[in-house]
């Protein structure tokens, strides 16, 4: 079977130069692998997700030179299938609800996790009490699933994936994941009935995807992934995480930085071949 890559953009703000060297990164292991290169639209996140941003992602790669198999995965499409996952973990007694707010955790957090969001205390936690605890449950009050990370390590013991780029501290090769440094990670947003470490591997097994090629910053994520390929008996991918691009000031690219746009670029007057060079390429 030929390898299946995929860039996976997120249609919550536009295209920057860290998706065009991602995107073209993709393109061109695809081709040098005498693969397939995918695209999906990672559109859980209806609140910032925007139609006008989704069109823009097509325009922009195609813009580039960048060509994808069709038909395009949209995750917003695919809630079923999530589900379906979080019904497997659950009959294996690994999720459970959480009706904690973001503050509630935010005052009670145990570290933070490698994004730096504050770590949940985990499934035993005091934060609100047994009493308001079943007080929201009874009154529906909207709930997150969570990952219960001790019994889920406990299942799989250790894992390792392979790494073909490099994590932000040089690793590469065979790398053991950490997954508990996420601690009872969310498997189900409280207004999602999925997350990203769901989606992104109940899609990339979906879609038969074997080479994974994304930014270092998602390197720790990848600790999480496998963690659920395993649960869910999935296949684990390659992966490549590659160097980020960053500002004048050495920080990661967001959307908002319109210097950087491609949008903007391409409306100063840049070629394709001006992004490509301005991400290192060639
Ligand atoms: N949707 C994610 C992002 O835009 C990328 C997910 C992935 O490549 O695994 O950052």
Not at 9 to 28: D, F, R, T, V
Not at 114 to 143: H, M, Q, V, W
Not at 198 to 226: C, N
Request: aromatic share 6%; charged share 25%.
């Amino acid at each position: 079977m030929p390898p299946v890559f995929r860039f996976a953009p997120s249609p919550n703000g536009y295209l920057h130069l860290g998706h065009a060297l991602s995107a073209l990164l993709n393109a061109e292991g695809a081709k040098a692998a005498a693969g397939r290169l995918l695209l999906r639209i990672e559109d859980i996140d209806e609140a910032r997700c925007r139609p006008e941003y989704k069109a823009a992602i097509y325009e922009d790669l195609t813009w580039l030179g960048i060509a994808w198999a069709r038909p395009v995965r949209r995750q917003s499409e695919h809630y079923g299938d999530y589900r379906a996952a979080l019904a497997r973990l659950d009959v294996m007694g690994l999720t459970y609800r959480s009706y904690e707010t973001r503050s509630e955790i935010g005052r009670a957090a145990a570290g933070y996790d490698p994004d730096g969001a504050p770590l949940y205390p985990g499934r035993l936690n005091t934060i609100i009490g047994a009493d308001e605890r079943r007080r929201r449950s009874d009154a529906g009050e909207p709930y997150a699933l969570r990952l219960d990370m001790a019994a889920a390590v406990a299942r799989t013991g250790a894992l390792t994936w392979e790494e073909t780029g490099a994590g932000p501290s040089g690793d590469t090769g065979s790398i053991a994941a950490e997954p508990t440094a996420w601690g009872d990670v969310i498997l189900a947003r409280k207004e999602t009935p999925t997350s990203y470490h769901l989606a992104v591997v109940v899609d990339d097994a979906a879609q038969g995807v074997t080479d994974v090629v994304r930014g270092r910053d998602l390197f720790p994520a990848t600790s999480v992934h496998r963690l659920l390929q395993v649960l869910l008996g999935l296949p684990a991918p390659r992966y490549h995480h590659h160097r980020l691009i960053l500002d004048a000031e050495g920080v990661k690219l967001s959307k908002s930085t319109s210097a950087t746009g491609l949008r903007e670029l391409r409306a100063r007057g840049a070629t394709a071949a001006d992004i490509r060079k301005a991400v290192g390429l060639d």
